[in-house]
């Protein structure tokens, strides 16, 4: 079975642009599950979708935003980049049944430069 | 809110030495996830324990979900180069309901120079 993919793998960008991450989740994973990780901050849940709808997001700006489509995937976006935004973004899906509900398999992590 | 404490911060291994760290919590977990990740990669579920009490093993790793379900551990036996990395802990946050995990800041492990 095919891993979590994560596209790019690596981005720069300037400040003030806007920037589109993607994931695809392991085949049959419904939920998925995005994460910002920085050295000073360390692993920070950004939100989690499932069917379609974001049913948890944690303490980020409105900035950030995702959403997933039909066949699970999802895609985050980031407006107005801040050099703060610079980190690795990961996504991460999850089976999301009555066992296991809570692993989470990671993908590859897109690394966001902001200058 | 949950947090978790993960100690220690950072180790150095000799090849063939076995090395422990743990997690422990102030608040109750009923699952706990031990990731280990690579530089520039994202976290690898390594184990996945569900049953305070629970002992699973990967390999040369073997984790232990605590009886009080407010701490976990993981042992790595005969430690390889390749063992190198950081190590990170996870529960889920019930506190923000479901798809959210919590980290522990990691346990960096080096080679002894």
């Known amino acids: 079975k095919a891993g979590v993919t994560q596209t790019p793998r690596y981005l720069i960008k300037t400040r003030g642009q806007q920037v589109t991450l993607s994931c695809s989740p392991i085949?049959?994973?419904?939920?998925v599950s995005w994460y910002q990780q920085t050295p000073g901050q360390g692993l920070q849940f950004l939100f989690e979708?499932?069917?379609?709808?974001?049913?948890n997001k944690g303490n980020f700006p409105g900035r950030f935003s995702g959403r997933q489509f039909s066949n699970s995937r999802s895609e985050m976006n980031v407006s107005t980049l801040e050099l703060g935004d610079s980190a690795l973004y990961l996504c991460?899906?999850?089976?999301?049944?009555?066992?296991?509900?809570?692993?989470?398999?990671f993908g590859p992590g897109t690394r966001l430069t902001v200058l | 809110g949950q947090q978790l404490n993960q100690s220690p911060q950072s180790m150095f291994i000799q090849e063939g030495e076995d090395v422990s760290m743990n997690c422990t919590s102030s608040?109750?977990?009923?699952?706990w996830l031990w990731y280990k990740q690579d530089p520039g990669e994202g976290p690898v579920l390594l184990i996945a324990?569900?049953?305070?009490?629970e002992l699973t093993s990967n390999g040369r790793l073997t984790a232990q979900f605590g009886i009080t379900r407010k701490d976990s551990f993981l042992n790595i036996s005969a430690s390889i180069p390749s063992d190198v990395g950081i190590y990170f802990c996870?529960?889920?946050?019930?506190?923000?309901?479901?798809?959210?995990?919590?980290f522990g800041k990691g346990t960096k492990l080096s080679v002894k120079p």
């Open positions: 991460a899906s999850s089976p999301a049944t009555s066992a296991g509900t809570d692993t989470q398999y």
């Open positions: 085949s049959g994973h419904r939920s």
């Open positions: 979708y499932f069917s379609e709808t974001q049913r």
């Open positions: 608040s109750i977990f009923n699952t």
């Open positions: 324990l569900y049953k305070a009490g």
């Open positions: 996870a529960g889920p946050n019930y506190g923000g309901s479901q798809g959210n995990l919590i």
